[in-house]
């Protein structure tokens, strides 16, 4: 089934899993911003551990009303431009749509499923390190795998059909995909990551492995994880306390890193505040749980967020 | 009465209030590390809102052994350097000698006390914009004015005929003097300004009017006093919630002006964590209460401090 995929971002996420699947052969079409004259003329190139490879040749956008419907629409802006969204996905859309949002922290799902109720909605956690380098230019350092799971806010959405559609989707790749069948728990689960790291990256200008092997750092690590972990299970979800641990010493073995948001601030690009860090402090705050530490941290990135912007 | 004062530590504090007290006549013997030399040779020069003046000829010392017992001992170290007091005040103490301790932050006292059980120990808590802008060079921009009160593990000191001579000692010099009759109370109401203040401004690199005028780090320096607040109380002590918006708005009518802790961490010198940040949190803990804001911030500044460390 050659499927027609529309990627609708292509910085870091969009344009390596966009590019893997063009690789592979589907049929994507690529809506691009700032990148649009370099890819429609030199396509995209792509540094990845999986083989590198180059796309001479992409169906390149700078406009949605210029796009095809699709079959699939993968969102890959950033959260912080999904005000942006909804012209788009009102052109781009069918009734029989799925919609693939690969987009970290909260809210992102609430507003499309809104907006878009007819739609499937399904949301991949992308783990993996990779970076824009360059016009068009992903580089692809390391891991790689999608935890996927389709939105259903009221119970579990369990293991669906579109979920088996979309992981058929990326047969061939070399991206392996997970599912799960509670997307918001699995969406906490990786806030117990992002929080901590991302946030402690920027404040203290630290790759992974420099927060790592602080010992005052590490306990803060470890205290901010943990106030998460707690703060999911007030919202009745289950985590373990021992999770804190295990993602510790699983960054510990990981190459030394710089987390997205570090990256997105020595870029001078908007910070996810609002998705990773405002959203679950006042979905926590609902439910009666201060997450008094994770508030300091987004208190002081905003500050740095504002003094920040070009 | 001619007393004769020593004065441990000459940087901006000591420096400043060492040289006021000179250049009213008392007989001051200033104890110098680094700038002992320059001192020797050319005395101290004072740039004061008080008016600016020379100290052409100091009695300046490389070593306690060196110098005469005193009346009173003004002890100006930072409080990371007190681990070399003992040698020093073995040698400069008589029995009768009294102890004045100009330090930010808790604990001093009580190591002091110990060792020094037949001496009076009396505090001062510094309200002052100054620092040193070289060598025996004193730069007084702002403010002035000592708390003063007497050390008393056991109750209240109350108003005690200590602090009135050390308040006639400064008569003349243009230094306002306010006795507080419990000085533990007054330590902690110095940490509802310097924890937030000192802190944010080393983890954020900013002055106090940056901090201030951004929505988000306003909305942290006020959480932070509620929570230096709420632990004094915590403690025993009264400090009304209000305290906070009254400091903030002082400030914020304050020139702006860089906290010591911002000046330390850019010349490069250890920051007074233990008496400013760990000492009141271990304090509060034993009572309970956990400073949960201000651990992330002491966190923070550890591993700064660190990193700073040449």
């Not at 995929?5 to 063009?22: K, P």
């Not at 040749?57 to 210029?66: M, R, T, W």
């Not at 579109?162 to 058929?168: F, G, L």
């Not at 699983?250 to 959203?279: G, H, V």
Request: contains cysteine.
């Amino acid at each position: 089934m050659l499927m027609k995929i529309a990627v609708v971002g292509v910085g870091a996420i969009g344009g390596i899993y966009g590019g893997l699947l063009a690789n592979v052969g589907h049929d994507v079409h690529f809506l691009l911003h700032s990148d649009f004259d370099h890819v429609q003329r030199n396509g995209l190139r792509i540094d990845s551990v999986l083989g590198d490879f180059q796309l001479p040749q992409v169906n390149a956008y700078q406009s949605a009303a210029d796009m095809p419907q699709c079959d699939v629409v993968i969102v890959a802006l950033k959260t912080t431009a999904n005000m942006q969204l909804a012209p788009i996905l009102d052109v781009l859309l069918k009734p029989e749509t799925t919609l693939l949002l690969l987009q970290n922290g909260l809210g992102a799902e609430e507003f499309l499923a809104q907006h878009y109720p007819n739609n499937s909605l399904l949301s991949g956690l992308c783990f993996i390190c990779c970076s824009k380098i360059g016009p068009g230019h992903i580089l692809h350092l390391d891991q790689g795998a999608i935890r996927l799971g389709e939105y259903n806010p009221q119970q579990e959405a369990g293991i669906t059909p579109k979920m088996r559609d979309i992981a058929e989707l990326f047969a061939n790749t070399g991206i392996s995909i997970h599912f799960t069948p509670n997307l918001l728990q699995a969406r906490w689960e990786k806030l117990v990551w992002n929080i901590p790291f991302n946030g402690l990256s920027v404040v203290l200008q630290q790759s992974t492995q420099g927060l790592l092997t602080d010992r005052h750092c590490r306990d803060l690590l470890v205290e901010l994880m943990e106030e998460v972990i707690a703060a999911a299970n007030h919202c009745g979800f289950t985590i373990q306390p021992s999770y804190a641990q295990v993602l510790l010493h699983a960054t510990d073995k990981m190459a030394d890193y710089q987390p997205s948001m570090l990256l997105d601030y020595q870029n001078k690009r908007p910070l996810e505040l609002e998705s990773i860090y405002w959203e679950p402090i006042r979905t926590a705050a609902e439910r009666g749980f201060d997450m008094a530490k994770t508030r300091v941290i987004a208190q002081q990135l905003a500050f740095l967020d504002q003094k920040n912007s070009p």
